[in-house]
């Protein structure tokens, strides 16, 4: 590995820190694996496909998500891509709106 870096993280309630190796990769999540699990003590149900753990005291059992959080999700992703595209749009379009003036005559 190149590059590690300490990468604080929150799910609801649950909020931690880890150190992650840094590989080239074109994703955006957060893979926990053996070592966040052995730390934390975590118990993994395979069957479910939860990870349940203590934490400040605390039971913590992280779930999946549902259809309909995935579903608003990724329609929520897809509006903030397009909210970027139009911003993008409208200041090419401000730009060469302004430099672009045919019916004006320079003084």
Request: glycine share 6%; aromatic share 6%; charged share 25%.
């Given at each position: 590995?190149q590059?590690?870096?300490?990468?604080?993280f929150?799910?609801?309630?649950?909020?931690?820190?880890v150190?992650?190796?840094v590989?080239?990769?074109?994703?955006?999540?957060l893979?926990?694996?053996?070592?966040?699990q052995?730390d934390?003590r975590?118990v993994?149900?395979?069957?479910?496909?939860?990870?349940?753990f203590?934490?400040?005291?605390n039971?913590?059992?992280l779930?999946?998500?549902?259809?309909?959080q995935?579903?608003?999700?990724n329609m929520?992703?897809k509006m903030?891509?397009s909210?970027?595209?139009?911003?993008?749009?409208?200041?090419?379009?401000k730009?060469?709106s302004?430099?672009?003036?045919p019916n004006?005559?320079?003084k």
């Amino acid at each position: 590995m190149q590059h590690m870096v300490r990468d604080t993280f929150s799910i609801h309630d649950y909020t931690d820190t880890v150190e992650c190796d840094v590989v080239p990769m074109i994703v955006c999540h957060l893979l926990l694996g053996r070592l966040w699990q052995f730390d934390r003590r975590v118990v993994h149900d395979g069957y479910a496909n939860t990870h349940a753990f203590k934490w400040h005291g605390n039971g913590v059992k992280l779930l999946p998500m549902g259809l309909t959080q995935i579903i608003a999700a990724n329609m929520q992703k897809k509006m903030s891509e397009s909210e970027g595209k139009k911003k993008d749009t409208s200041a090419v379009h401000k730009s060469v709106s302004e430099s672009h003036n045919p019916n004006m005559s320079e003084k």
